[in-house]
């Protein structure tokens, strides 16, 4: 009897010790998963989530929605422009002084590093279209060279920029969405938008260090973009 009890006994530590390693495993897989892929930014307060395609959640992933807008150009700039394409999107006026001029040589040090990839993308939204006419973003181009194949500089509805920006790419000063739409726009933030208009990075665009990371994270979102064609 006292056999039969050391013997079960046995039997359920070997039990216990094969869940705790396959518990072990599963964990192991989930943070080897984690970095090697980017996260989903679905909320205005930017908490990241790593879901999965087989998650019911990953069918409700934010979305960037349709716009449209003019480039320094005249050029109209819509979703079709970035459908399948990955891009970084922020948001600046051309007579900013403090700021804006840093985001400007970070995101001309992004055009540099991608200027051959035409798989690659950037906008950057006027938060005073009401001065920044089409003229004035193409002076504003030239005079930091600017390439419109890769970088759109966007103009357009006030009420369409500010909706945009502050609902669905979460910026501004206080949380996105509990903002009115009237308050003066503007923030450091680069936005790193996937193939599908999904959001899936934020960084300090007045940082070249955070330039870095973005080229890094574009690697990321490419390689994601391979194994999904293998």
Known sequence: MGMLKYLSYFIFCLMV???????????TEQIKD???????????????????E??????????IPSFSF????????????VAGKIYVANFFFTKCRNICPKMTNNMHL????????TS??????????????????NKYAIENKVDAAKW?????????????????YFAGDTVGYYQSGNEFLLMENFILVDQHRRIRGVYNGTLPVEINRIIEDIAIL?????????
């Open 54 to 63: 087989t998650d019911s959640a990953y069918q409700h992933i934010h979305t």
């Open 222 to 230: 490419k390689s994601e973009i391979t194994s999904a064609l293998k």
């Open 17 to 27: 010790l094969v869940a705790c390693n396959n518990a072990t495993n599963n964990n």
């Open 152 to 168: 759109h500089l966007l103009t357009g509805d006030k009420k369409a920029i500010y909706g945009l920006a502050k609902q669905q």
């Open 34 to 52: 984690s970095l090697v892929t980017l996260p989903f930014f679905n909320q205005p307060d930017w908490t990241p989530e790593w879901i999965a």
């Open 120 to 137: 690659i993308l950037l906008l950057s939204h006027s938060v005073t279209p009401e001065t920044d006419d089409v003229n004035v973003l």
């Open 70 to 81: 003019l480039n320094q150009n005249g050029k109209v700039v819509d979703e079709n422009i």
């Open 110 to 117: 992004l055009q540099e590093a991608f200027k051959n990839d």
